[in-house]
């Protein structure tokens, strides 16, 4: 697998499809890795494009270069990421599609690099306005869980003790009984093993409500980030109907949030990971967003 070096990352990811074609950035999600694409990437190369497909921070085998540097896990590094590789394989302008974390990252290069990036399609996770994390509802605070978990001390070294089976659980919960095969948790676990994994974790989650070190390289994106609250990049949502940790109200009325185009996809009797649980009805749909 390719890897090359950013100034901050080891950044391993496949690169396939027409070498000529129309770029698509494909970002996975937590705790997930670059199968989950397994599926929507070949169909996306034989539509024509090209896609690039990560191991984001922390995760596979993407390391960082230097054990000084904090393990910031907040959506701006995430798509400060995509960035540095994009300028390391010599790509302009760019699609990006991205599930969870990897969803956060595409709203976020959309609104800190609009001149980069031409449209985007996210999955299972809603656009958050100046990037701000207000508390929930009392309903979405009780499947959001974990998160809280993570914020006691107890509970993040309870996530260092044991990354599968924390992840584990968000399989068995996030969607409905038997929606994944045993292999397929088992080769993607393998991707939380990384020695960074927990700490990225961790920072991704614990930042949001409670101080915790960063990266202070990504304190200026952080900034403009709060002074955007509207996108205008064309973008596919597409969300899972039975989605047990961001359910349909999630998404709704976040059109409010867009002045270009917006189209909101939700997919019956599917969870929270759509690009494993219906990854051909994914697929078209991608195909025929970039293609419009």
């Not at 391993?12 to 698509?24: A, H, I, T, Y």
């Not at 609104?111 to 299972?124: G, H, N, W």
């Not at 958050?128 to 993570?150: K, N, T, V």
């Amino acid at each position: 697998m390719p890897a090359i070096k950013t100034a901050v990352l080891d950044i391993s990811f496949l690169d396939e499809g027409p070498r000529q074609g129309p770029v698509v950035f494909l970002l996975h999600g937590w705790p997930d890795d670059i199968r989950t694409w397994a599926v929507v990437g070949p169909l996306l190369n034989t539509a024509g494009f090209r896609t690039i497909i990560p191991y984001l921070r922390g995760f596979g085998l993407t390391r960082f270069l230097s054990k000084d540097t904090a393990r910031d896990g907040r959506g701006v590094a995430l798509a400060q990421d995509v960035i540095d590789l994009a300028d390391a394989l010599g790509v302009g302008n760019f699609f990006v599609a991205g599930h969870d974390w990897g969803a956060r990252a595409a709203y976020l290069l959309a609104a800190l690099f609009p001149s980069r990036v031409d449209k985007i399609a996210t999955m299972s996770l809603a656009f958050q306005p100046r990037g701000e994390f207000p508390i929930p509802s009392f309903p979405q605070a009780r499947l959001f869980w974990y998160q809280w978990f993570m914020c006691t001390d107890g509970g993040a070294a309870a996530v260092r003790r044991d990354p599968v089976g924390f992840s584990r659980i968000q399989w068995d919960t996030w969607s409905p009984e038997g929606w994944y095969d045993e292999e397929d948790f088992l080769e993607t676990a393998a991707s939380f093993m990384n020695p960074d994994w927990a700490s990225v974790t961790l920072s991704g989650y614990r930042s949001r409500f409670v101080p915790e070190p960063a990266d202070h390289r990504y304190d200026e994106l952080q900034h403009r980030m709060s002074g955007i609250a509207q996108l205008k990049t064309p973008t596919l949502t597409i969300s899972g109907g039975a989605d047990r940790c961001d359910p349909p109200a999630s998404f709704e009325e976040m059109d409010h949030s867009f002045t270009g185009r917006y189209e909101l996809m939700t997919l019956e009797y599917v969870g929270h990971f759509p690009t494993r649980e219906a990854p051909e009805t994914v697929g078209r749909a991608l195909v025929k967003h970039f293609r419009r």
